[in-house]
C-alpha cells in the first residue's frame, strides 16, 4: 500500500552532514508515522528517529543521534527527511526509510513498510 523511496546518502568526511530523503506514495500519507533506521555491518537495524502524523509535536530519537540528527515531514510533497549534522564514523550503516499508520515503533520488527535503504559512510 505504502513504496518508499530512498536517497542521498554517500561519502563524506567525520564533521560533515548529509540529508537524506525519503518519498511515499499515495495520498494518504499524512496519516502515516515516519522514521529512520540504520543497520551497519554485522550489526542488528536499530533506530534512529521518527516522527509521527501529528508532525514536530511526536518526534522521538535514539540517544547516540540525539542534538545532532533532525527529523521532518513536508506531506505536502509526501516526503520525510533526516537531517544529519556531525556526522561521526559510527554513523555509518544502511540506512532504511520506515512507515506504519499513524506513529513508527522503535522496534523494526514491528514496522509496516522500508525503503530499499541507502548507504551513508563517514570517513575519519
Known amino acids: 500500500q505504502v513504496q518508499l523511496v530512498e536517497s542521498g546518502g554517500g561519502l563524506v568526511q567525520a564533521g560533515g552532514s548529509l540529508r537524506l530523503s525519503c518519498a511515499a506514495s499515495?495520498?494518504?500519507?499524512?496519516?502515516?508515522?515516519m522514521g529512520w533506521f540504520r543497520q551497519a555491518p554485522g550489526k542488528e537495524r536499530e533506530f534512529v528517529g521518527a516522527?509521527?502524523?501529528?508532525?514536530?509535536?511526536?518526534?522521538s530519537y535514539a540517544d547516540s543521534v540525539k542534538g545532532r540528527f533532525t527529523i521532518s515531514r513536508d506531506n505536502a510533497k509526501n516526503t520525510v527527511y533526516l537531517q544529519m549534522n556531525s556526522l561521526k564514523p559510527e554513523d555509518t550503516a544502511v540506512y532504511y526509510c520506515?512507515?506504519?499508520?499513524?506513529?513508527?515503533?522503535?522496534?523494526?520488527?514491528?514496522?509496516?513498510?522500508w525503503g530499499q535503504g541507502t548507504q551513508v559512510t563517514v570517513s575519519s
Open positions: 520506515a512507515a506504519d499508520r499513524f506513529t513508527v515503533a522503535d522496534n523494526p520488527s514491528e514496522i509496516a513498510y
Open positions: 499515495g495520498r494518504t500519507f499524512s496519516t502515516y508515522g
Open positions: 516522527i509521527s502524523w501529528r508532525g514536530a509535536s511526536s518526534i
